[in-house]
């Protein structure tokens, strides 16, 4: 028995269109009645998942621990490590003289393992580190400043520094970030948005610090902010929410004081992404998708900055992701980040041309990580490399000789099992050309229980990668599929426009028609099909479970999206309405209304075993969509088939304990085992 939810004759009138709402009453996180559903829902999880499977090898396969790609100031460098067994990764600095020493251990400073690292920047020359963090998943970083040398504490907490760039200025004294407006500046619930850029001068109050724009502007507004090398080059961009277009403005800083600067339009109310890199040679370099969709890297003058040619043209297949300078050479080079249907390489061009010389290699089919050099010149470059069998490493190539090697493995030491990896070309609804990475046993024979993975939106990219529950799941003897689908990233922005607003039909259809292929092709069959999404994944297969659900026998949607009705009003919703439309606009209204997961919950459908995953911190999507639709799935429901709902307190959306990672990926994949047959 599902524990009782109370349905009310809730009926809204948005454009003429009646739109019930029978469990609004659960957008209350604090009322005793959403308490008392929630504590029947967890002991109803309790009964009907345990025991738990695949715990223990997940966390073995996660023995590897991590690395991240070092970054260069000065003569010292900083990187990230997670340590076998470590909760946290911990973020350590390279002395000149080879000491290594860790700098910010979160496990230090929160014991209990809920405080996360969300962002780090070292100044120019390697002195002083700017970092983030944040407590029990709420993402609202506060900033501090330390020194490197000591270690010792300089300022903070800074408080409503989410999602702040920190651009130092040489020297160390000063530097721009955003910062939210006070609270008691702006409407209670517009206080997540307000962003601004300000100055702030090395031991000052904040209170001193001077706005530099953004005022006026839209309040769902984000900025980026970064200044040259040299320090002569200010550069703000401002994009409204997740919109993938953005303004951008230039400043010469040796013209106009740092306080005010005298700020330059290179474009504004323009249809595209551009990003500004300040070249030690003097030349502007361009990274645009402005009339090319997968990207092209342009030169300018920087005191023409609207006036472009291009340097490394559009590819016809690859997505242009990333470039690095190495310029201490007789004949400097360009190294260009691409990534072909969602598989990373490498390509190295002669600077002054664009002429491309020959590629750098690399360890195999998969992703590649950000291109880091150092910023002084050189001729080495360093890049993080993982697949679906290889833990994240970092591999370092020298120009001069032309070869890479391995600089940094993952510390720890797995048995990898042996898994198959290919690449499926299927096609969709109306015609188009997908593709999915499908791995599996070595020796499938037959169909197999098989999780089909999608994301499908934000122009984000599914890439592989080495995923500990992944190979659990594969070694069990079960396949498991990530699909490409529009509204993704994998084959440039066009790619992402077919899957958004009006388009985001275009990503269910394409998820349909994986989960086709892969019945059709003998993989799986739908009585062994599960799927999993998260955020705007767990609206993909909400919208599909609600579309197709004799397609499929088990889904985990886990912080999803799905009264897309009202999602505006929760969390950063507002700051999406610029990927999915806005209720408010009647065309738009008819978008969302077409597939809003919650609203096409049917009675007597027998729909698959399905369980929401959701984290009582979420500040980006709220937990109420999970809870309203697992009401409504468990009210309407014809079949015998689960409806839970797994509630989980102090964590959020993002970076979590490793503990707790182990603990919801074993959750996850014993739900999908035992209602896929595996």
């Known amino acids: 028995m599902y524990p009782t939810a109370r349905r009310e004759e809730l009926v809204d009138d948005l454009h003429g269109t009646p739109v019930p709402d029978p469990y609004r009453w659960l957008e209350d996180p604090d009322s005793p009645e959403t308490q008392g559903w929630l504590l029947g829902q967890e002991a109803l999880y309790e009964e009907q998942v345990k025991p738990q499977r695949f715990r223990e090898r997940i966390e073995e396969l996660l023995q590897s621990g991590s690395v991240g790609v070092p970054v260069w100031r000065g003569e010292r460098y900083f990187f990230s490590r997670r340590m ?41 020359e390697g002195r002083l580190l700017a970092y983030q963090i944040s407590v029990g998943g709420d993402e609202e970083s506060v900033l501090y400043l330390i020194d490197v040398a000591t270690g010792a504490r300089l300022e903070g907490p800074i408080d409503r520094c ?23 500046e702006v409407p209670e619930n517009e206080r997540q948005f307000h962003r601004r850029v300000y100055l702030h001068r090395v031991g000052t109050s904040t209170e001193d610090d001077v706005m530099i724009f953004g005022a006026g502007l839209k309040m769902t507004n984000y900025y980026g902010v970064s200044v040259s090398r040299d320090g002569r080059w200010l550069q703000i961009s401002a994009s409204e929410g997740t919109a993938p277009r953005n303004d951008l403005w230039v400043a ?16 504004e109310g323009v249809d595209a992404q551009t990003g500004l890199h300040f070249g030690r040679d003097g030349r502007l370099y361009v990274h645009t998708d402005r009339g090319a969709p997968r990207g092209r890297i342009c030169l300018a003058d920087p005191a023409e900055p609207q006036v472009w040619r291009d340097l490394i043209p559009e590819d016809a297949e690859a997505v242009l ?31 002054e041309d664009g002429e491309r010389l020959g590629e750098v290699p690399t360890p195999g089919l998969g992703s590649i990580g950000g291109i880091s050099e150092r910023p002084e010149g050189g001729y080495e470059a360093w890049f993080g490399y993982t697949d679906n069998t290889t833990p994240p490493t970092i591999q370092r190539y020298d120009a001069r000789t032309g070869e890479t090697t391995l600089w940094a493995a993952s510390p720890g030491a797995v048995d990898v099992p042996p898994v198959k990896t290919s690449q499926a070309v299927y096609t969709s609804k109306d015609g188009t050309e997908v593709r999915m990475l499908i791995i599996e046993p070595v020796d499938r024979d037959g169909p197999r229980p098989t999780i089909l993975n999608g994301y499908g939106g934000f122009g984000i990219s599914m890439t592989p990668g080495y995923s500990a529950s992944i190979l659990t799941w594969v070694e069990a003897g079960g396949v498991y599929a990530i699909a490409n689908l529009r509204g993704g990233g994998e084959e440039g922005e066009d790619w992402h426009r077919a899957g958004m607003l009006g388009n985001k039909q275009n990503v269910f259809d394409d998820f349909h028609a994986a989960a086709e292929h892969l019945i059709a092709t003998g993989v799986t069959t739908s009585a062994q099909l599960g799927i999993s999404g998260g955020s705007n994944g767990g609206l993909l297969v909400g919208a599909a479970l609600t579309q197709r659900p004799e397609l499929y026998a088990a889904v985990v949607c886990s912080a999803p999206l799905l009264d897309m009705v009202r999602y505006e009003l929760f969390g950063l919703g507002a700051t999406w309405n610029v990927e999915y439309g806005s209720a408010n606009d009647p065309e738009a209204f008819g978008w969302l209304w077409s597939y809003s997961p919650y609203h096409h919950v049917r009675e007597g459908v027998p729909y698959p075993a399905t369980l929401f995953t959701v984290f009582q911190s979420d500040s980006r999507v709220h937990p109420l969509h999970a809870w309203k639709m697992c009401a409504a799935l468990q009210h309407a429901s014809g079949g015998s088939r689960p409806v839970l709902l797994r509630n989980e307190t102090e964590v959020g959306h993002g970076a979590r304990s490793l503990s707790r990672t182990i603990d919801l990926s074993a959750d996850t994949l014993t739900f999908l085992a035992r209602n896929t047959g595996l």
């Open 321 to 351: 992701s990333d470039f690095a300078i190495l310029d201490d050479l007789t004949n400097p080079v360009m190294l260009v980040g691409w990534t072909r249907h969602a598989i990373s390489e490498i390509s190295v061009h002669r600077l």
């Open 162 to 184: 989410r999602y702040s760039p920190i651009a130092w200025l040489p020297g160390g004294e000063a530097f721009y970030y955003v910062r939210r407006l006070p609270g008691t």
């Open 252 to 267: 010469d800083l040796t013209a106009s004081p740092l306080d005010d600067p005298d700020l330059v339009v290179v474009q």
């Open 84 to 124: 076998p067994g470590q909760e946290h990764a911990v973020y350590y600095v390279v002395d000149p003289d080879g000491t290594e020493r860790p700098l910010i251990d979160p496990m230090r400073i929160d014991p209990s393992g809920l405080t996360t690292l969300d962002a780090v920047q070292p100044d120019k």
